[in-house]
């Protein structure tokens, strides 16, 4: 427990600024108008590739015996093909919402 305490009060000022970008996040997405969902999902979904490609790497580079780090690495990777189809299946959505109906 002192460890942690000690590892806060050390960082504290790491732990502000992710508070501050929590909070100027939110308040970005919010007031994104409708019309940039569609692009914002196709960079979220290109990040999301580049992080599989990294999971992958990283488990690759794990020792075979190490089953801690290849079971997160996994995990990364399901989690990461997760979110690519879910942002494609949106993103899919989105584009039908602007077609013309017949």
Not at 68 to 97: E, K, P, W, Y
């Amino acid at each position: 427990m002192n460890e942690l305490i000690a590892f806060l009060s050390d960082n504290l000022e790491l732990f502000y600024i992710l508070i501050l970008a929590i909070f100027i996040g939110v308040e970005l997405i919010k007031n994104v108008p409708t019309v940039l969902h569609t692009p914002l999902m196709s960079g979220a979904n290109a990040l999301s590739g580049v992080v599989i490609v990294g999971a992958i790497i990283v488990m690759l580079q794990a020792d075979p015996t190490d089953y801690l780090s290849l079971a997160l690495g996994f995990i990364a990777v399901v989690f990461g093909i997760i979110n690519v189809i879910g942002g494609f299946a949106v993103t899919d959505r989105m584009l039908q919402m602007f077609k013309k109906k017949k």
